[in-house]
């Protein structure tokens, strides 16, 4: 009997070290969770084209590297509870590496501090965490990837100036408020108003969420208030939707030049039927893919750079087939 007693303790106890093996653990930043080869992706809402591009390619490169990738998404862009809450959920689970695309610069640092912790490396899309608040919390982003937001909404916006003959009365449709890179385009836009030499006079400045109904609202507003209004530069192209979508309500379609950011489908539709100007290609998929493989490397032990760029370009009707 004692023999049986102890073979079964044996065995109760080889199983709880392999249990052990498995877990994630709860130490410090230089410990390295277990199960390295899984990653997720944590994105904005995938409501937005844009997102599920970025997901594509994320899947691709996860599926010939041998990664095993987790992909969640929240329902709205301004969701960033959730979107926190979906940090935590894979902090617990053990993941090698995150790949973040925040809702909010600001309030994604705290979940991630939790996630650093575990020893989880982080790896940021699109939209920076706002590297002042992490610098202060302590919070080591690996790498950023993504496009130079600005550069990328001054060509936008020039196109439309130069589209109005470089004179009038603009307005400009921005994303969340706060969010780094809503600011970022923002300060594009008027680079680029700025360049005019005072030619061009902005008469409005209002928040379309990144969403298109908001955008349409807003836009009804803008109108009805500036009758003599030239050109809309959007954030997003998901707002420019509602924006093109508020000016033909009006009966305005013709007059009205929109350009916009982001190489939406929907968007590229609306430039081939003349309702929008231009957008911007930023490469989402080529983000996905460039997150993945970013994550291979630091869990591989490599080194990765600080920033790795996504080029941004200016796209037009002559650009689509």
Known sequence: MTRFLLAGLASILLLAGCDQGGSSGSGAASTRPAGTTRVALIMKARTNPFFDRMASGAEAAA???GI????LAIDRETDHEKQAAQVETVTAQGVGAILIAPAD????????LQA???????INLDNRVD?????RAGLRIDTFIGPDNEEGARKSA???????????KVAMLEGIRGVDNAEARKRGFLKAVEATGGKIQVVAMDTGEWATEPAQKKMESILNTH???????CANDMMALGVIQAIASAGRTGEIVVSAYDNLEAARQAIKAGRLLATIEQHPDKMGALGVEAARKLLSGEQVPDYIPVPTDLVVAADIP
């Open 158 to 168: 020039a196109a439309m100036i130069e589209a109005i003959g470089g004179e009038g």
């Open 131 to 135: 590297r002042e608040e992490a610098d």
């Open 227 to 233: 009758k003599d209004l030239r050109g809309v530069f």
């Open 68 to 71: 095993d990738l987790q992909v």
């Open 63 to 65: 599926r010939e590297a």
């Open 105 to 112: 610069s600001k309030a994604i640092i705290a979940p991630l």
């Open 116 to 122: 650093q912790a575990r020893g989880i490396r982080i």
